[in-house]
């Protein structure tokens, strides 16, 4: 999507930056096996890449409501007023120029994750006893220790059974904990893309988008269909495309409001009816 160039007035109010040189940023948006790593910034964002962040970047700079941000300064609502406030003008920028300058320093926890830690200690025979920090001994059985553990969790632990990791984030902004990945809503944001290129030059047909992304290739039209197959695969493809650009559409009003991710139907967008059984639709 081409965004305009014209600046906001509005003062960009930035969350504070770890120090210069300071390596230890860690992200609860990351995947599991490097969420509990610290990073310095570079590598922050090589880590970043393909996430749910990238998502909430690639989301804002196709939302229609937030290049209207960009261009006129004015805010539909106070959340959308504070998101602005925390990512900046988005026009004309790349995620890793962003990222750099502006997205680790609000996504990064304001404080580390605590870690177990192992301690030598001996027992009451003075025989040497590796132990948890927990006092976890480790000479018996992991079955045993992970029975004890896992009652101690459900006794003390307040969230055992709805534990939410972004409720325990300390990040200036937090995501949302949602059944959601990048894979599939990046799908969502590239048939909007499509769409708003296509309705630039005419009527965007939606089963000639689901074709060009290979929506579902089983529907796309082959020479050796009939007429009545053509139609029937059109109806279906566009069934599928007109889905995910309604998503893609409370998706990208949703993460304006600083919500992300996403795709509950949202008050700026207008619900579609279901089309009648035709070969041709468009938005």
Known sequence: ME?????????VKKAPKPKAGQAQLFFKGLPEDVRFKSHTIPESLERAKGTLYETWFNALQLSPHYQAIC?????????????????????????????????????????????????????????????????IPLNVSPKTLRAQFDNLLELHHPHYKDFDRWQASTAPV???????????????????????????KGEALLYEIGEELRINPKLNVVHSDKA???????????????????????????????????????????????AARKSRYGD
Request: net charge neutral; proline share 4%.
């Open 71 to 135: 261009e006129t300064n004015e805010f539909p609502s106070d959340e959308a007023k504070s998101t602005f406030e925390l990512f900046g003008d988005l026009r004309n920028v790349t995620f890793d120029t962003w990222w750099i300058e502006v997205g680790y320093g609000i996504f990064a926890e304001k404080k580390p994750f605590n870690k177990v830690s192992i301690n030598n200690q001996t027992d009451i025979f003075g025989e040497d006893v590796k132990v948890l920090h927990l006092e």
């Open 3 to 11: 965004l305009p160039k014209s600046p906001a007035k509005t003062l």
């Open 228 to 274: 009545i197959e053509v139609n029937e695969k059109r109806i279906k493809m566009s069934s599928a495309v007109s889905e995910y650009l309604e998503k893609a559409k409370n998706l990208v009003a949703h993460a304006t409001e600083g919500r992300f991710p996403c795709t509950d139907n949202h008050p700026w967008i207008e619900r579609q009816t279901r």
């Open 174 to 200: 937090r995501m949302e904990s949602r059944k959601l990945t990048s894979v599939s809503l990046n799908i969502c944001l590239d048939v909007y893309r499509l769409f708003l290129e296509k309705s630039k």
